[in-house]
């Protein structure tokens, strides 16, 4: 069986771009330019000659947000702002996730998975299903108002999603759907405040940062992953931070950090996640286009995209686990 003919058989063939262009959660402003940078490089073409229908939502828009009343927590900045644009979200991901394509998220700065995951996570409780999420990330955004350095909220999504308390009333009305954090693996990690670490090692959060990755290959440690949502019958949530990939490969980000994920490692990390069959949704965050080389950040990232879904240098046989029912 061809790469081509296993996706034709996959059920969820439908896939749904949403770009949310926030970009006031983080410290750095250029964000906003990356829905238009994954749609210029080519997302929505490559998806479709692998054999998806491939749906564009456009993009949440400022003038489609409903202003925020009411007290900020202290210490995180453009709260109001930022719960405007989650409670959209939540809402629309929600609802993408019901017409049973698979979305994804093109961000805009990582407070987005805040309304992403929280909307997906919504739709598969309502399936009796977990949503676990892997968080490719330089950075654990296990932050809390409390304990953030900077107040920047991006760095404070992983925890939120985890239900942790300091942005209560964030969603407003919207209902929380809160994971537990046996259901986050942070992957990637090589940049951690103090408290956060602190906060990580006391919640048991699945962590496997370079050191682990330089130990043990990313192939052992993405299939541990894969296992424990499998043993789970759980799906799988991608959040996908470009700053995951060393700064050569992809400098179009305003968080970079050295010694990052290499090429063949993150290509590696999406085909497996492919093989699995476990991924039902997905971000792309942080891409910054202002600071990009001539759009090289947003080709590799619509590049491990399209491993994420099927993309093979030479066909390999579909493992059976692999065509599995939404």
């Not at 308390?165 to 986050?184: H, K, V, W």
Request: charged letters at 20%; aromatic letters at 6%.
């Amino acid at each position: 069986m061809s790469a081509f003919q296993a996706l034709s058989a996959v059920p969820h063939g439908r896939i749904a771009l949403l770009g949310c262009p926030i970009e006031v959660g983080a410290s750095q402003r250029g964000a906003l330019m990356g829905p238009a940078g994954l749609r210029t490089a080519g997302l929505a073409r490559v998806l479709e000659s692998l054999g998806y229908r491939v749906e564009d939502h456009g993009d949440i828009l400022p003038r489609d947000l409903v202003p925020v009343a009411g007290p900020a927590p202290e210490n995180a900045r453009f709260y109001t702002e930022i719960a405007a644009w989650m409670r959209a979200l939540s809402a629309r991901s929600y609802e993408v996730a019901r017409t049973g394509a698979t979305p994804i998220f093109l961000g805009g700065d990582h407070s987005l998975s805040m309304g992403s995951v929280n909307g997906v996570a919504r739709h598969w409780a309502e399936q009796g299903r977990k949503l676990f999420v892997l968080w490719l990330d330089a950075h654990a955004d296990y932050n809390m108002p409390g304990i953030s350095p900077s107040g920047n909220m991006h760095g404070m999504s992983s925890a939120f999603l985890c239900g942790e308390s300091g942005l209560d009333d964030l969603l407003g009305a919207e209902p929380r759907a809160s994971i537990s954090p046996a259901q986050l693996s942070l992957f990637g990690i090589r940049s951690i405040d103090p408290l956060e670490k602190a906060a990580v090692k006391a919640r048991g959060i699945d962590i496997a940062d370079m050191r682990a990755i330089d130990e043990h290959g990313v192939g052992v440690l993405i299939r541990r992953v894969i296992e424990k949502v499998r043993a789970a019958d759980g799906v799988l949530h991608v959040s996908f931070d470009v700053d995951f990939l060393d700064p050569p490969l992809a400098p179009g980000v305003g968080t970079t950090v050295p010694g990052g994920a290499t090429y063949r490692e993150a290509h590696l990390v999406m085909e497996l996640l492919h093989d699995s069959g476990l991924v039902r949704s997905m971000d792309i965050v942080e891409l910054n286009p202002f600071l990009d080389d001539r759009g090289q950040t947003a080709r590799l990232a619509v590049e491990l995209a399209a491993s994420l879904f099927g993309q093979q240098i030479t066909d390999r046989p579909t493992p059976t686990n692999a065509i599995a029912a939404g």
